[in-house]
């Protein structure tokens, strides 16, 4: 009987006791949604650190990174503004081997060979040989000169076109990027072979090719700004951008292609042309001599026929929008045109 008492007793209490803790665990429910926040948010910040600190254990054999603070979890290293004189001295002059070695975007790797290129090379021996060849064989002085006759005819057919659109709406910045991508198509190879309606259909692909590139290199991307989330290509650049990589890498194999042609027919027909070469001559000749291979042959071809154009469009319609938001400098510009240039002349 006892025995029976006390074990009910017992089990009276554990049933008790179970309901306390219930109810106070139920009357403390605010209080635990208001600790869980920051609990969650001390362990995320503490995960966040931990693999940060694995990341750069792992990358401790890479070369050291430039002077700057640590990269964040996920978002990496921030972007930093040069708004002052100062500041663009510090980076451009004092510290520029430090600067040029940054890293480029998704869209700006794929298009230039993930860094083979002049423009977006890192400061290395790679980078050391394409810029003399490109700046003593394609921006050279003397061959500027050689190329004055092409962009005087370029400009002169431009102000014939603009003329002939009087009173009408003029797209500066496509005509800007027509002009300049002629010309600078002269400068890379000579026309001669891509007269009429060839020439035509060749200055067409690679206008499209070209402004669809320039569209994708100006495109915001996420994966610029969260690098561990590139595997993904969240929004397409990449792929697209290596779908315009390779049209314009078919335009480039079919101007190889007749380049190539010419000088076999030119040899077997016994002629020599010792004429000025021109720059796509010129990147043949020294792959022929194993200074260069396919992907540096490209990727100049490319510095120079592509980034040159979409850079001077861009500066030319800049120019022009701010000369007509100011009245004032527009109306000095044609008077200085009038007076020094003179009407029906050329600058």
């Not at 100006?218 to 929004?235: E, H, K, M």
Request: proline residues 3%.
């Amino acid at each position: 009987m006892y025995s029976h008492f006390s074990s009910h007793k017992m089990t009276q209490n554990r049933h008790a006791s179970w309901w306390w803790q219930w109810e106070v665990m139920g009357s403390n429910k605010d209080e635990l949604s208001m600790l869980a926040l920051p609990v969650i948010t001390i362990t995320v910040v503490i995960l966040g650190v931990l693999w940060n600190k694995l990341t750069l254990s792992t990358s401790s054999r890479s070369p050291p990174l430039p002077p700057g603070p640590p990269s964040l979890p996920v978002v990496s290293k921030l972007y930093v503004v040069i708004n002052t004189q100062e500041l663009a001295k510090e980076v451009v002059h004092d510290q520029d081997e430090t600067f040029d070695n940054r890293e480029i975007s998704v869209a700006t790797s794929v298009l230039s060979y993930r860094g083979q290129d002049v423009a977006f090379s890192k400061n290395n021996a790679n980078w050391g040989k394409l810029h003399k060849i490109f700046v003593h064989e394609f921006v050279s002085n003397k061959n500027l000169k050689a190329c004055s006759s092409s962009r005087t005819y370029e400009v002169r057919k431009t102000i014939n076109k603009v003329f002939s659109k009087i009173g009408t709406n003029v797209n500066i910045r496509e005509i800007a990027f027509l002009t300049e991508g002629n010309v600078i198509r002269r400068m890379v190879w000579d026309e001669t072979s891509y007269k009429g309606e060839k020439g035509a259909h060749l200055g067409a692909e690679l206008q499209m090719v070209t402004s669809n590139i320039v569209k994708i290199l100006g495109q915001p991307n996420l994966l610029d700004f969260f690098p561990s989330l590139a595997r993904f290509d969240l929004q397409g650049v990449e792929g697209n951008m290596k779908k315009k990589l390779e049209k314009l890498e078919q335009i480039f194999a079919s101007i190889i292609e007749d380049r190539i042609k010419y000088n076999s027919k030119m040899s077997d027909d016994g002629i020599r042309d010792e004429g000025k070469k021109d720059f796509l001559q010129i990147l043949l000749d020294l792959k022929d001599q194993q200074d260069l291979n396919n992907t540096q042959v490209k990727a100049l071809l490319l510095d120079a026929s592509i980034l040159g154009t979409a850079g001077m469009a861009s500066l030319i319609e800049w120019t022009m929008a701010n000369i007509m938001r100011n009245h004032e400098v527009m109306k000095r510009v044609q008077e200085e045109l009038v007076k020094i240039v003179g009407p029906n002349n050329m600058v």
